[in-house]
């Protein structure tokens, strides 16, 4: 029995993702990632390395950066390359738990704490509104996104306080806070010491 047309068009497409060198997406899919064309949907999925998410053409999260970003052409190939599915589109066709949401916006300020993040970028980078994604990460977590932002934060100052001989200030700048000022008073609360007293102690060994 002959192939219809749109079976034929979906064949060839899923040809081409088997058959790109990795990390290449053509001009046509990334086109219709761009403009969150629907039709393509079912026809591939893409993925977003610096994420770990994999969503539906059509979804309406902001497009990733192309260089960021692979193909599937089923979403169990995706989740094979260990990529989980957007809360947003639910390309599995289930809803995401909410502890593996929680665990994937984690792991993305684990890479990426020295960023500039607040809740909207995390809405926007792992799928979801700011309201819903501080409620659901509070609630599976016990802290809000913003309070384990900073918690990351000054576990790597700290790091780098009895690592190296960088300034308080660039320090500050390396774990995303450019603010020196207010990176001291975060350190202080977090630490009970100051940065310059806290890497004083490592020095000499009282810590």
Not at 84 to 104: I, N
Not at 159 to 176: F, H, K, Q, Y
């Amino acid at each position: 029995m002959a192939k219809e047309p749109n079976d034929r068009l979906t064949t060839s497409l899923a040809a081409h993702v088997h058959k790109r060198r990795p990390g290449i997406i053509s001009e046509e899919q990334w086109t219709a990632i761009c403009v969150n064309d629907g039709s393509y949907d079912g026809r591939f999925y893409y993925a977003v390395r610096t994420t770990g998410i994999y969503c539906r053409p059509s979804c309406k999260s902001r497009p990733p950066k192309r260089s960021n970003a692979e193909v599937f052409p089923t979403s169990a190939d995706a989740v094979s390359a260990g990529y989980r599915p957007c809360k947003r589109c639910k390309p599995a066709g289930e809803r995401l738990p909410d502890e593996e949401w929680s665990a994937q916006i984690a792991a993305y300020v684990d890479r990426h704490y020295m960023e500039e993040l607040d809740l909207a970028t995390l809405g926007e980078i792992c799928h979801g509104s700011p309201y819903h994604l501080h409620r659901t990460f509070k609630r599976t977590t016990g802290m809000t996104p913003l309070a384990y932002i900073q918690q990351i934060r000054m576990q790597h100052a700290a790091r780098l306080l009895a690592e190296t001989d960088s300034p308080v200030s660039r320090i500050g700048e390396l774990v995303g806070i450019r603010n020196t000022p207010y990176f001291i008073t975060l350190f202080k609360k977090t630490n009970g010491l100051t940065p310059a007293v806290f890497r004083q102690r490592q020095h000499i060994g009282g810590i």
